[in-house]
């Protein structure tokens, strides 16, 4: 599998439903990714989760988001050609006036290789 990595000024944005279909994704998220906006847009947002990535990280996100609460932590993706990219991830609950309905906006960065080694050390104890 063919690693991405991230540049240091990539700034990868996308906004789900409540339930996590994509509504927006910005085009460092495309780039990294691989799709077009048009292939992300309405797609469950778990369409780049890697198959290496324990359940327990996205548990931890979906509760603490719908508390209203801000969620971050280390996220191993998918592109789709089959690759991966490690990001740091944070996700605001965010209510969406136009649409009027709860949202969610996840912002991503690049981690440091220290980061991505310690997140893979605990993905490894998880389920």
Not at 74 to 84: S, V, W
Not at 89 to 114: G, I
Request: net charge neutral; hydrophobic share 35%; proline share 4%.
């Amino acid at each position: 599998m063919k690693e991405y990595i991230l540049k240091s000024d990539d700034f990868l944005v996308s906004q789900t439903d409540s339930k996590g279909f994509i509504l927006f994704a910005n085009d460092d998220f495309c780039k990294v990714a691989g799709f077009t906006l048009e292939e992300l847009v309405g797609k469950p947002h778990n369409i780049v989760r890697h198959k290496d990535m324990p359940k327990a990280p996205f548990k931890s996100l979906w509760e603490t988001i719908k508390e209203g609460k801000i969620w971050d932590g280390y996220i191993k993706n998918m592109t789709k050609e089959g690759g991966f990219y490690w990001v740091y991830a944070t996700v605001y609950p965010l209510y969406d006036e136009t649409r009027k309905e709860q949202t969610y906006l996840s912002c991503r960065r690049k981690p440091s290789e220290q980061e991505i080694l310690e997140a893979e050390m605990l993905y490894k104890t998880m389920k």
